[in-house]
């Protein structure tokens, strides 16, 4: 995996589980891959891959089974869902909307630009 330089490691492995999740890759009630595997198929350290585990299992996306590691909630694509969003809303239309007052553009222009989007 490359990680990018702009966005903490344990946030990209994160987004690494999401697509597996999404994907398919990772199924519900499934064991996914032990934090040692992960860390080892990323090349990363374990303390980091134990991190995003973690903000996974308070999100209801990851759960553990005492001695056996951990495994996909049933729940989970919605759990991915809701996390998403949760980071659209907070992060990603923050910062747009920044952007979008420095630039002087209006709210107005964004609906506008969208409807040509969607065509």
């Keep these: 995996m490359n990680f990018k330089t702009d966005k903490?490691?344990?946030?990209q492995i994160i987004e690494y589980a999401f697509t597996c999740i999404i994907s398919g890759e990772w199924i519900p009630e499934q064991k996914v891959?032990?934090?040692r595997e992960l860390a080892v198929k990323l090349a990363v350290?374990?303390?980091t891959v134990l991190k995003a585990y973690e903000f996974l299992q308070s999100e209801n996306i990851?759960?553990?089974r005492r001695g056996m590691g951990f495994y996909l909630a049933a729940d989970a694509k919605e759990n991915v869902n809701a996390a998403r969003r949760h980071e659209f809303y907070n992060t990603t239309l923050t910062e747009l909307f920044s952007e979008m007052e420095m630039l002087g553009?209006?709210?107005d222009d964004l609906v506008?630009?969208?409807k040509s989007y969607k065509g």
Excluded: G
């Design 8 to 11: 903490p490691i344990y946030r």
């Design 33 to 35: 891959p032990s934090v």
């Design 45 to 47: 350290n374990s303390h």
């Design 62 to 64: 990851i759960y553990p």
């Design 105 to 107: 553009i209006s709210i």
């Design 112 to 114: 506008e630009r969208y």
